[in-house]
């Protein structure tokens, strides 16, 4: 119980402390449309900072480790592919989907905007390019987000409910 | 009505998924500040810290305080209730809850009233060019000495909501 009771604060607490921050770039992100170049880099570099130093650390380190640690200390790796555990396994899948969507797709394409701003080219048809295919990808992560933790804490189809099993 | 909704396991889960969602969106955006706020002060130009500032307003006036004070609010009285945790409320087993609420309001009334009035002064004043006077100073050391007390407290909230000290419940279990 001691165990599990810290898994669970550290995931969860690391799901608000890591996931949480990057809702703040559905601020950030229209508000750095409307500005001018200057005022672009600071936001966009606010937004990278914010991405390295708090949602990368706690996406790639804490809750996959945490996770991995709570699915064997509730002895969910036992029969870890059936039915009660679909919620989970579809979780973990959308979990790696953002993970590619946005450490080789959304990544490297705010690191050639951050690029093109320093260089004086925020008006170019290449940023702007850029800057609308950022416009699409930013709610797609918001819906996949809302998705897994509407599927850890439902649980569907676990016969558990909301509760731990 | 009441009898149906006490207990009820669909409202719960619903309850739970908006309270965890809310904490998350809701309170998950104020870590950010202590990325942003810092860069403040290090920014070349007066239009860059301004934008900052009017970031970080815009985060606490359009995500964080609507979202704590209404789905948070309103899903933690509903959960209290579905739970039955209204009775022996101020009970021991209690004092977690008792003790996350209190936080919970110690820090919104520091947020609404000290924290984002000072943070909106700041930005008017350097809009208005007063970004060197020692009004504008008193302002910044108002919001650089609270940023770190308001982490606290959202870390202190987060660790009673979880981990119920003393409900003898545990983490997320059945009661």
């Known amino acids: ?165 | 009505m009441v009898a149906a909704f006490v207990g009820n396991q669909t409202w719960f889960t619903v309850l739970l998924v908006t309270h965890v969602f809310g904490a998350i969106m809701g309170l998950g955006p104020t870590f950010a500040f202590a990325i942003i706020g810092p860069a403040i002060g290090k920014q070349e130009s007066p239009q860059a810290s301004l934008a900052l500032m009017e970031i970080m307003e815009k985060i606490e006036k359009g995500i964080v305080l609507p979202i704590l004070l209404i789905f948070q609010l309103g899903s933690g009285i509903l959960l209290i209730f579905n739970r039955g945790l209204n009775v022996g409320f101020f009970t021991s087993h209690r004092a977690w809850l008792l003790a996350g609420i209190g936080v919970y309001l110690a820090a919104m009334v520091i947020s609404m009233f000290i924290d984002v009035p000072a943070m909106g002064r700041l930005i008017h004043m350097a809009k208005g060019g007063q970004a060197g006077t020692p009004e504008f100073a008193k302002n910044v050391k108002i919001t650089q000495s609270l940023g770190p007390v308001l982490t606290v407290m959202a870390l202190a909230i987060m660790l009673l909501m979880i981990w119920k000290p003393g409900s003898g419940c545990g983490a997320l279990l059945r009661c």
């Open chain 1, 1 to 165: 119980m001691v165990y599990f009771t810290i898994l669970i604060v550290l995931h969860i607490g690391g799901a608000i402390i890591g996931i949480g921050p990057s809702f703040a770039l559905g601020v950030l992100g229209p508000m750095a449309d409307k500005a001018d170049d200057a005022t672009k880099l600071t936001l966009l570099r606010a937004m990278t900072a914010i991405n390295s130093r708090l949602v990368t650390p706690v996406a790639l380190v804490t809750q996959p480790v945490t996770g991995v640690l709570l699915i064997f200390e509730r002895k969910f790796n036992h029969d870890f592919f059936s039915g009660r555990h679909v919620w989970l396994i579809v979780a973990i899948l959308i979990y790696i989907v953002i993970l590619i969507m946005a450490y080789l797709v959304s990544g490297p394409r705010v690191r050639r905007m951050t690029a093109l701003l320093e260089a004086g080219e925020g008006q170019g048809a290449e940023f702007k390019g850029l800057e609308a295919a950022s416009k699409v990808l930013g709610p797609i992560f918001g819906v996949l987000t809302v998705a897994i933790v509407i599927l850890m804490i439902w649980k569907p189809g676990s016969g558990c409910g909301a509760f731990i099993c």
